[in-house]
């Protein structure tokens, strides 16, 4: 009987170790950028109560943690989702908000997950809430990528980008150019100029009406269009991170 249950000690001891790991760290690394302006990691920082997120820190530094105070809406963490890694779920009823919304003129923003509901039109990434103007950032179908812009006149834009599997979703834009990336590859440039900043208050949602049926694994943006030799090391940075193709 002690021997059973020396081995029933030891394989749970070993189970927490497994789930616990941290994975890469990566803010040490010299090639990554300076300047973040928000990164919500994928193996640091989600705080649960009963398996559901109710807060994901910001390791920017800047304090633009994700939340979320009502329980029905907040996502579930699923370990190990991607290799080590794990995501935060979300089952088409529940998001997080930005109390400190997304708001920059120019950006690089790189997004790791994936679309489960490929037959959804509207699938929202990054969204309004609240009183936000109604920008949006969607999965649409299986095979697209949609930018939506209102309050400052970034025209809907719809980006060839195969959205189901996990990936990096990549979008960098310089004032005149959006230009959309799977992975380290380009899939589209669009031609646009804006007025003002691209304000996103939310995760996972379009304010109350449309919900993500998807998996977020890391969230990382800049307040600046990554330069060619910065974005490219950035996500070959993250692809060796979580073993995704190119």
């Known amino acids: 009987m002690q021997r059973i249950i020396a081995m029933l000690v030891a394989v749970c001891s070993a189970a927490v170790v497994v789930v616990a790991a941290p994975g890469p760290a990566r803010a040490a690394d010299p090639s990554y950028p300076a300047g973040m302006y928000m990164w ?9 109560t009963g398996g559901k997120v109710y ?26 989702a991607l290799g080590w890694a794990p995501a935060v779920r979300f089952s088409g009823a529940q998001s ?6 997304i708001s920059a003129t120019t950006f690089s923003i790189f997004i790791v997950g994936q679309n489960n509901n490929p ?9 309004p809430g609240g009183m936000s103007p109604n920008n949006q950032l969607n999965w649409v179908g299986s095979s697209y990528v949609q ?10 834009i719809q980006a060839p980008v195969v959205n189901v599997g996990f990936h990096i979703l990549g979008l960098v ?4 150019q959006l230009k959309f990336y799977r992975n380290s590859t380009l899939l589209h440039v669009a031609n ?8 996103l208050a939310q995760i996972g949602a379009y304010y109350s009406q449309y919900f ?17 030799t910065e974005r490219t090391n950035t996500q070959n940075l993250i692809r060796g991170t979580y073993n995704l193709p190119a």
């Not at 997080?96 to 919304?101: A, H």
Request: charged share 10%; glycine share 12%.
């Open 55 to 80: 807060q994901w820190n910001d390791w920017s530094g800047n304090g633009r943690n994700a939340t979320m105070t009502v329980d029905a809406r907040r996502p579930t963490l699923v370990n190990n």
């Open 40 to 48: 919500l990691r994928g193996n640091l920082g989600q705080q649960t």
């Open 192 to 199: 646009a100029t804006t007025t003002g900043p691209w304000v």
């Open 212 to 228: 993500l049926t998807g998996d977020i694994v890391e969230i990382l943006v800049y307040p600046r269009a990554l330069t060619d």
């Open 96 to 101: 997080l908000n930005l109390p400190i919304p």
């Open 119 to 127: 037959g959804s039109s509207l699938s929202p990434v990054l969204g």
């Open 147 to 156: 930018v939506v812009g209102t309050s400052n006149n970034l025209p809907v």
């Open 173 to 176: 834009y310089n004032g005149s």
